[in-house]
């Protein structure tokens, strides 16, 4: 399978001879759900599974009144909501979440569910921390994960999204080398540019280092989401991209 949440099937062809591939082909094949007709025994199982747990995966949230996506190589209005979420609720200048290419759309006028919640943050290292950093830390960290995504060489490229930000806008330009990719970054809330040697308080999930402490990113949205009843995504344009 191909992309998440079973959209596609991936067919790949190749053209071998003498030991050699000489050519290939890929398609992407969509499964639409509203016409291939469900395996009864795997239909039967999933319900099984879900059952148990069905009361609490459909339990309303709130609702949104925006298109709330998570694929954008460089934000989503679902990650704009996290970002909002944590910069609120965990009281921070800046919001750092990881640019995930996973995860299902809601359509303006959806409820938001805890399904709904988990499809887009169920994941095995949650916690919410709150931190202090330094503008040169934050720096070195978007020109870390800059290079993952736009390094020359195809094998330092790791995949995934750029990192979503909340509070905080930059310029990047793809095509410069690492450590000079990310420039212009600023304080959303007060327009004043980032200073490298000033301490900033930075809220983020997801992060892999040992000992990281803080409430799942599950508990956090649903506590914004609860009190804010409707939720309301601008559009962001705090992100402008050079040398594409």
């Not at 609720?89 to 995860?103: K, M, N």
């Not at 916690?127 to 978007?142: F, K, Q």
């Not at 212009?184 to 900033?200: F, H, Q, R, S």
Request: net charge negative; with cysteine.
């Amino acid at each position: 399978a191909s992309g998440s949440n079973g959209k596609f099937l991936t067919r790949l062809d190749l053209d071998v001879s003498g030991g050699e591939v000489k050519g290939f082909r890929h398609r992407l094949i969509p499964v639409f759900s509203d016409v291939i007709s469900s395996d009864a025994e795997m239909a039967a199982k999933i319900d099984e599974v879900r059952q148990p747990h069905e009361a609490e995966l459909q339990r309303v949230l709130g609702k949104t009144d925006s298109l709330l996506y998570r694929r954008g190589n460089f934000n989503g209005t679902f990650d704009d909501m996290i970002c909002d979420a944590l910069m609120e609720v965990r009281d921070a200048d800046i919001a750092l979440s990881p640019g995930f290419r996973w995860g299902t759309s809601l359509l303006p006028g959806q409820d938001i569910t805890v399904e709904d919640l988990f499809n887009a943050t169920a994941m095995t290292y949650p916690a919410a921390y709150r931190s202090e950093m330094s503008g040169e830390t934050i720096h070195d960290i978007m020109e870390d994960v800059a290079d993952n995504l736009f390094n020359a060489d195809p094998y330092y490229q790791q995949g995934g999204d750029m990192v979503r930000v909340g509070g905080m806008g930059y310029t990047i330009d793809v095509g410069k080398p690492m450590g000079s990719r990310i420039s212009d970054m600023t304080v959303l809330k007060t327009g004043e540019a980032i200073d490298p040697a000033k301490t900033y308080v930075v809220a983020g999930w997801a992060s892999v280092n040992e000992g990281t402490e803080g409430p799942p990113i599950w508990d956090v949205v649903e506590e914004y989401v609860k009190a804010k009843g409707t939720v309301s995504v601008p559009e962001n344009r705090s992100v402008k991209i050079n040398g594409i």
